[in-house]
C-alpha cells in the first residue's frame, strides 16, 4: 500500500474516533454518568467476584462504563466516568488514549478502577491529569492476574477491571490512558 493511501486510511480512523467521542461527549450529563455507572458497577460486581470484593475494600471507584476505540494504524479512545466515593458520585473525569502501530477496528468497553487507599484518592483528587502508568501503580486485573489474587491480597494502590468488551480490536490496554476531571452539564 502507498503511504498517502496509509496516511489517508490513518486519518480517517482519527476522524471517526474523534467523531464517535464528540457525538458522546455531547450527550453525556451527570445524570447520564451517574446512572450509568451505577449500572456498570452493578453489573461487573455481580458477575466477578474479586471484583466485588474490591468494591467493598475501597476507598473509592473511578467508572468509566462506556469508552469507544478505534485505530487504523494511528487509534485513539474516549470515554467518561465517575470518581465514587461512599457510593455518592464525587467529581466526573474523561479517559483519552492515544495509540500508534499495527492495529485496526473498533470497539467499545468499559472499565472501572478500584482505588485502594488514600494515597491513589488523594493523588487523583490533586493531579490535574493522571495517566495509568504514572503515580498510583494499577494492577490490571485479567483472568491470569485474577487467579492470584483475593480479597485478603489486595494490596496495590489501585486495581482496574475492563469488562463489556464488543467490536473487534486487535489488542486491548489502558497503558497510555490519561484520566482528566472534567465538568459536565
Known sequence: MKPIRLTFLALAAIALTIGASSAMAATATKADLD?????????????????????????????FPSIVKAGLIFGGAYGEGVL????????????????????????????VVFLMNDK?????????????????????VNEGVAKNLSSSTLKEDAYA?????????????IEGTKISQIKTP
Do not use: C
Open 84 to 111: 465514587r466515593v461512599n457510593d455518592q458520585s464525587d467529581s466526573y473525569y474523561n479517559s483519552v488514549t492515544g495509540s500508534f502501530g499495527w492495529q485496526a477496528g473498533a470497539q467499545s468497553y468499559g472499565y
Open 120 to 140: 491513589a484518592l488523594d493523588y487523583i483528587r490533586k493531579s490535574h491529569g493522571w495517566e495509568i502508568g504514572v503515580g498510583p501503580t494499577v494492577v490490571l
Open 35 to 63: 446512572r450509568d455507572s451505577s449500572e456498570a458497577i452493578a453489573k461487573l460486581t455481580k458477575a466477578n467476584p474479586l471484583a466485588a470484593d474490591a468494591a467493598k475494600q475501597a476507598k473509592a471507584v473511578l467508572v
Open 161 to 173: 477491571f475492563i469488562f463489556d468488551q464488543k467490536g473487534l480490536m486487535a489488542s486491548l490496554s
